[in-house]
């Protein structure tokens, strides 16, 4: 699919690949000073197609008030995602990549000059829907955050522990079909554990709205140190970084 990662039917040699994945690092740190100096905390959101990325993206927006989130929505091939999320009260960008399985630093970059991002407290990536390549390429992110839906499986964290051991949170969506499903909530948490450095791993549903709200604490929580750190520092005291270039 991806000739980029090699995940396809071509093979990419091994020091190709380190260098791509080196241009890309440089890019994500460039990224993410953008991100630091304008206090904008930006999640890369992850997971198979049908996860509920979309979804829990817009249980997120009836928590916050407007003008806080944003999103840029990555897809092969249609602005679905993009659309659907401008609905729910979140400005949004779509990333169409074609035949990449995976959002790279550079195609973010891109975005933030053709999206008002600068302004946002959250800025949400979502990720093409993939449990493979994505894991492995630094966007510029403060946290990644990894949804499995409760029907894909409690092997899918031992299958794909690249994805899981990236993460820094990990939701267990869709559980309102829990009574419907032969599945182990439970084995999913401890296969998770086994492959996470530090589990963390929430259930929810934005069906219903269960656990959502422990999701908003946690990204409540991610922006606290920016707030501090901005409290802080005086205004107009801290040198300012010079810009080759305006993003937002």
């Not at 973010?108 to 979502?126: C, K, R, S």
């Not at 390429?137 to 499986?153: C, F, K, R, S, T």
Request: hydrophobic share 40%.
């Amino acid at each position: 699919m991806c000739d980029v990662c090699g995940c396809g039917d071509k093979s990419v040699p091994v020091d190709v690949h380190d260098r791509i994945l080196s241009v890309n690092d440089q890019q994500a740190a460039h990224n993410r000073s953008h991100f630091a100096q304008s206090d904008v905390v930006a999640i890369n959101v992850m997971g198979s197609p049908g996860a509920g990325k979309t979804a829990v993206l817009e249980a997120t927006a009836r928590h916050f008030g407007a003008g806080r989130l944003g999103a840029l929505a990555g897809d092969l091939a249609t602005e679905n995602d993009a659309t659907r999320l401008q609905a729910a009260g979140i400005p949004s960008l779509s990333i169409t990549t074609g035949s990449a399985c995976h959002l790279d630093a550079e195609m973010v970059h891109h975005a933030l000059h053709h999206f008002p991002w600068t302004g946002l407290d959250y800025l949400f990536i979502e990720n093409v829907g993939n449990l493979v390549c994505p894991a492995v390429y630094d966007l510029g992110q403060a946290a990644n955050v990894v949804l499995l839906a409760a029907h894909e499986g409690e092997d899918k964290p031992l299958k794909y522990p690249v994805m899981f051991r990236k993460a820094d949170l990990v939701l267990i969506t869709k559980i309102d079909l829990v009574p419907y499903l032969d599945i182990d909530l439970d084995l999913i948490e401890r296969n998770i554990g086994t492959v996470m450095p530090h589990p963390e791993v929430f259930r929810v549903s934005a069906k219903t709205g269960e656990g959502i709200d422990r999701w908003v604490a946690w990204l409540e929580a991610r922006r606290a140190p920016a707030e501090a750190s901005r409290r802080a520092v005086p205004a107009g005291s801290a040198p300012q970084p010079h810009h080759h270039h305006h993003h937002g």
